[in-house]
C-alpha cells in the first residue's frame, strides 16, 4: 500500500522583550535559576497580570508579514493542566480569539533534483506566556524546577496540516525561522529554547481524504532533529498500521540518541483543559491606528525583496529566493552590488550561493560576522571583469582574502599585487606559451586538426598550467585556436 504523509506543525517563539508577557521581569537568558520568577509569573494572591505592549506589537508584525487578519479584539484565557513547572496550575494563553488569524507561508526546496516552491497556510499564530523548565540531569534521582522562564512572551504560530514529508517541515520551519529572525521578533536562538518545534504526523492511505489518527513530538530544538523525528514517526505509525494495530492519538518525545520517539502521555483535546476567559485580563483591542503604526517600522519583507531582485538586478527566481533565505544574506548581496555595480550582480549572486556559502557552513561562521567583507568581495568582482585577475585566481584570492580577516577596503589590490596573481594578458607572453604547448603535445595537436574539437581542451590546460593559472583564458584560447588553424 502507498501512504501520503500528513503534518501540521506548531512552532513556540519566544518574543524579542526585554520583560515577560504580564510582568515587569527581565527575559535574559542564562540567570541563576529563579532570580527572575515574579510574584505576578508565579500567580501569589493578590497581584494582577499586566499586558506587555511591545508583545503585542511583535505579534501584530508577525500578522502583518504574512498577509493575516489581525484580530480588533481578541480574548486571553486560562488553559489548565498540571505540569511541575507550570507555577499557576494554569497558563495564560489564547484560544477562541487568536490575535492572528489566517496567513501563509511560501518557501523553497529540493525535490527530485529540482527546486519547487510550496505555499502553507497557516490557521492561526496566538500570544501566550512560557512555562517553567524542569531540570533532570544534575539531580541524582530527583528533579530540579527553574521558573526563570515563567512567564516569557511565546508567539505560537500553527499551520493547517498542508505538509506532507519530513523535508517539507523542514523547510517549512526553516522559512519561519528565517521570517522571525527577519522581522526582529525573535532571535531564533534554537539552543535556547528561542524557537521549539512541535510536530503533528499522521499517516493515511494514498487518495484517501479522511486524515489519519495524529501523534505529536513535542519540543523539537533543531532542523535535523526534526526531519529525523518525521522520519521515525511516520515508520512507526506505518508498520504498526501494516502489522493490524492502531495509532493511538498520544503526544511523543524524540529521542536522538535511540532514534525513537517514545509515548509523553495521551494527547489531550481542547476540552481537557477547560479554557475559560481569564477575569484579570481585559479583551485585547488593537485599532486600526495601532496596526498602521506597526506597519510604518515594517522592513520591506522577503516576497518584495525577490521581487526587486528580479525587476532590479534581472536575477533567476531561484537565485533571488536562495538569497532571500536571511536578513543577512539579502543585505550582503546588496552591499556587495551597489560596490560591484549593477553589472555585476548575477556574479555576485553565484559567488554567494557558491563559494562564499560553501566557506560559511565548513567553517560555521554566520554571514554577518564573515572576515570578507561586501566591499572586499566588491572589488574582486571588479577585477574579474577589467580582466586583472580570471575565476581560477579569484578562488584562490577569496581564501585569502578570508584568512587575512582584515578590514582594508584595498585589501584585494595588495594582495593581487603581492602574491603576483595578476592575469597574463600581454600577446607576447601568451603566444610564447601557446607556442611551447603545441610543440609538446602533438597528439592533442593532431586530433583537434582531424576534427575532434574537444582535443583543445587539453591543450588549454596545459597552458593553463604553464601559466600557474594566470593567463587570461578567453585570450590564451582565441590565440590557441588561431595558432592550430595556420
Known amino acids: 500500500m502507498e501512504w501520503e504523509v500528513v503534518i501540521g506543525i506548531e512552532n513556540h517563539v519566544q518574543l524579542t522583550t526585554a520583560s515577560k508577557i504580564f510582568s515587569g521581569s527581565p527575559?535574559?537568558?542564562?540567570?541563576?535559576?529563579?532570580?527572575?520568577?515574579?510574584?505576578?509569573?508565579?500567580?501569589?494572591?493578590?497581584?494582577?497580570?499586566?499586558?506587555?505592549?511591545?508583545?503585542?506589537?511583535?505579534?501584530?508584525?508577525?500578522?502583518?508579514?504574512?498577509?493575516?487578519?489581525?484580530?480588533?479584539?481578541?480574548?486571553?484565557?486560562?488553559?489548565?493542566?498540571?505540569?511541575?513547572?507550570?507555577?499557576?496550575?494554569?497558563q495564560i494563553s489564547q484560544f477562541e480569539d487568536p490575535v492572528?488569524?489566517?496567513?501563509?507561508?511560501?518557501?523553497?526546496?529540493?525535490?527530485?533534483?529540482?527546486?519547487?516552491?510550496?505555499?502553507?497556510?497557516?490557521?492561526?499564530?496566538?500570544?501566550?506566556?512560557?512555562?517553567?523548565?524542569?531540570?533532570?540531569?544534575?539531580?541524582?534521582?530527583?528533579?530540579?524546577?527553574?521558573?526563570?522562564?515563567?512567564?516569557?512572551?511565546?508567539?505560537?504560530?500553527v499551520s493547517?496540516?498542508?505538509?506532507?514529508?519530513?523535508?517539507?517541515?523542514?523547510?517549512?520551519?526553516?522559512?519561519?525561522?528565517?521570517?522571525?529572525?527577519?522581522?526582529?521578533?525573535?532571535?531564533?536562538?534554537?539552543?535556547?529554547?528561542?524557537?521549539?518545534?512541535?510536530?503533528?504526523?499522521?499517516?493515511?492511505?494514498?487518495?484517501?481524504?479522511?486524515?489519519?489518527?495524529?501523534?505529536?513530538?513535542?519540543?523539537l530544538n533543531s532542523f535535523r532533529f526534526i526531519e529525523e523525528a518525521v522520519h521515525v514517526e511516520v515508520r512507526r505509525q506505518i508498520e504498526l498500521i501494516e502489522d493490524g494495530g492502531k495509532v493511538v492519538q498520544a503526544t511523543r518525545l524524540y529521542d536522538p540518541d535511540r532514534k525513537e520517539t517514545r509515548e509523553m502521555r495521551s494527547k489531550e483535546d481542547a476540552q481537557d483543559y477547560r479554557y475559560f476567559p481569564d477575569p484579570d485580563l481585559p479583551p485585547l483591542v488593537i485599532s486600526?491606528?495601532?496596526?498602521?503604526?506597526?506597519?510604518?517600522?515594517?522592513?520591506?519583507?522577503?516576497?518584495?525583496?525577490?521581487?526587486?531582485?528580479?525587476?532590479?538586478?534581472?536575477?533567476?527566481?531561484?537565485?533571488?529566493?536562495?538569497?532571500?533565505?536571511?536578513?543577512?544574506?539579502?543585505?550582503?548581496?546588496?552591499?556587495?552590488?551597489?560596490?560591484?555595480?549593477?553589472?555585476?550582480?548575477?556574479?555576485?549572486?553565484?559567488?554567494?550561493?557558491?563559494?562564499?556559502?560553501?566557506?560559511?557552513?565548513?567553517?560555521?561562521?554566520?554571514?554577518?560576522?564573515?572576515?570578507?567583507?561586501?566591499?572586499?568581495l566588491a572589488l574582486m568582482l571588479k577585477r574579474i571583469a577589467d580582466g586583472t585577475i580570471n575565476n581560477k585566481t579569484a578562488k584562490e584570492l577569496f581564501g585569502d582574502m578570508w584568512a587575512a580577516k582584515s578590514d582594508d577596503d584595498n585589501l584585494v589590490d595588495a594582495l593581487i599585487e603581492s602574491k603576483g596573481l595578476k592575469q597574463i594578458s600581454d600577446t607576447g607572453a601568451l603566444e610564447a606559451?601557446?607556442?611551447?604547448?603545441?610543440?609538446?603535445?602533438?597528439?592533442?595537436?593532431?586530433?583537434?586538426?582531424a576534427g575532434k574539437e574537444a582535443a583543445i581542451n587539453a591543450l588549454i590546460g596545459q597552458a593553463m598550467k604553464a601559466s600557474r593559472g594566470k593567463a587570461n583564458p578567453a585570450q590564451l584560447t582565441e590565440l590557441l585556436k588561431a595558432k592550430l588553424a595556420g
Open 100 to 157: 492572528v488569524q489566517g496567513g501563509t507561508i511560501t518557501f523553497g526546496y529540493e525535490k527530485d533534483g529540482e527546486f519547487v516552491t510550496r505555499t502553507i497556510n497557516l490557521t492561526r499564530a496566538h500570544l501566550e506566556e512560557d512555562a517553567g523548565k524542569s531540570l533532570h540531569e544534575d539531580y541524582a534521582g530527583m528533579s530540579g524546577i527553574d521558573l526563570n522562564r515563567a512567564g516569557t512572551p511565546l508567539l505560537e504560530i
Open 288 to 376: 486600526n491606528a495601532w496596526i498602521e503604526q506597526v506597519k510604518g517600522t515594517m522592513p520591506e519583507l522577503p516576497a518584495a525583496m525577490r521581487a526587486r531582485f528580479i525587476s532590479e538586478y534581472a536575477l533567476p527566481d531561484y537565485d533571488s529566493l536562495v538569497l532571500t533565505q536571511s536578513k543577512a544574506m539579502a543585505n550582503y548581496f546588496v552591499a556587495v552590488v551597489d560596490a560591484a555595480g549593477k553589472e555585476n550582480a548575477k556574479v555576485a549572486a553565484n559567488w554567494l550561493m557558491g563559494d562564499v556559502s560553501s566557506t560559511l557552513n565548513r567553517e560555521g561562521v554566520d554571514i554577518a560576522d564573515a572576515p570578507v567583507k561586501p566591499a572586499q
Open 160 to 219: 493547517e496540516p498542508e505538509l506532507r514529508s519530513a523535508a517539507e517541515a523542514v523547510a517549512y520551519c526553516k522559512a519561519l525561522h528565517s521570517l522571525v529572525m527577519w522581522l526582529g521578533v525573535c532571535d531564533g536562538n534554537m539552543q535556547e529554547g528561542s524557537f521549539r518545534c512541535d510536530i503533528n504526523v499522521s499517516v493515511r492511505p494514498k487518495g484517501q481524504q479522511e486524515y489519519g489518527t495524529r501523534c505529536e513530538i513535542k519540543n
Open 27 to 90: 527575559t535574559t537568558f542564562g540567570a541563576e535559576a529563579n532570580t527572575q520568577a515574579s510574584p505576578v509569573d508565579l500567580a501569589l494572591p493578590g497581584v494582577l497580570p499586566v499586558m506587555n505592549k511591545q508583545a503585542v506589537d511583535r505579534a501584530i508584525r508577525f500578522g502583518l508579514a504574512v498577509g493575516a487578519k489581525i484580530a480588533p479584539a481578541s480574548i486571553f484565557a486560562r488553559k489548565n493542566y498540571f505540569y511541575p513547572d507550570l507555577p499557576k496550575g494554569y
Open 433 to 449: 606559451i601557446v607556442n611551447e604547448v603545441i610543440a609538446n603535445n602533438e597528439k592533442s595537436v593532431e586530433q583537434y586538426r
